[in-house]
């Protein structure tokens, strides 16, 4: 099963075809290589494809990611995107929950998933740009701050952050039409709600003509630091 293209399938088979995914992976604790981050423009689409790769990530695992924007240029702290999360939700759910009687596999099993949509967002730009990496990225920036720290509380240990690229870089492959999709109303709108990704082919396509009308994507001066 492919979600290629067809984020309606999200829910109805999402549980059989994350469990193909995962058997394809390589044990959690699997130690991969450590990899620089290639050098590429800063512009307006890479952060585009960013912020999408996050979203993605967040449908697919049913994270509370709201909304998502990408701004005319980067602010005062160096963002030039953000995610949107429904942090009161999560506290009144974290807060009827009793925490003891949730089987630790499947806290880890939300760390994995979590943190795999914090590093989708650096992967989906090297997607982008045609490049796939074999190891893990060493990064310090906020998302990898905030993977390694889901993984430590799950795992006392960052070393699943191997796995979570690997998980991502396979949802990724398989949704890249709605990953793009979503990029393509990030760049033009500049902001997407969640309840937009799920867009229909008709108004892809006048997207895409409409970015294939414009000129070369801006390039954003200074270094990358997404969310």
Same mark, same amino acid.
């Given at each position: ?50 912020? %999408?790769? *996050?979203?993605? $990530?967040?449908?697919? #695992? ?5 909304? !998502? @924007?990408?701004? &005319?240029?980067? /602010? ?77 509380? %799950?795992? *006392?240990?960052? $070393?699943?952050?191997? #796995? ?5 870089? !396979? @949802?990724?492959? &398989?949704?890249? /039409? ?50």
């Amino acid at each position: 099963m492919t979600y290629r293209g067809d984020p309606s399938l999200i829910g109805r088979d999402r549980s059989a075809w994350l469990r193909a995914i995962y058997r394809k992976l390589p044990p959690i604790f699997l130690a991969g290589t450590k990899v620089e981050f290639p050098i590429y423009p800063f512009n307006r689409r890479a952060v585009a494809f960013h912020e %999408a790769g *996050h979203v993605v $990530l967040g449908s697919v #695992f049913s994270l509370p990611i709201t909304s !998502a @924007v990408v701004h &005319e240029k980067p /602010d005062d702290t160096g963002e030039a995107g953000k995610i949107h999360m429904d942090l009161e939700g999560i506290q009144r759910r974290a807060a009827s929950v009793d925490e003891d009687k949730i089987p630790h596999a499947m806290l880890q099993e939300a760390a994995l998933e979590i943190a795999a949509m914090y590093v989708a967002g650096h992967l989906a730009m090297l997607y982008h740009y045609q490049h796939r990496i074999d190891g893990w990225l060493d990064i310090d920036d906020l998302d990898y701050r905030n993977a390694r720290s889901v993984l430590r509380k %799950a795992f *006392h240990s960052d $070393l699943p952050l191997y #796995f979570c690229h690997r998980l991502a870089q !396979a @949802v990724l492959a &398989e949704t890249w /039409d709605w990953v793009s999709a979503i990029a393509a109303v990030l760049e033009t709108k500049g902001e997407i709600d969640i309840g937009e990704s799920k867009i229909q082919a008709r108004e892809l396509a006048a997207i895409q003509a409409e970015l294939a009308a414009q000129a070369a994507p801006r390039i954003f001066l200074g270094g990358f630091d997404g969310q």
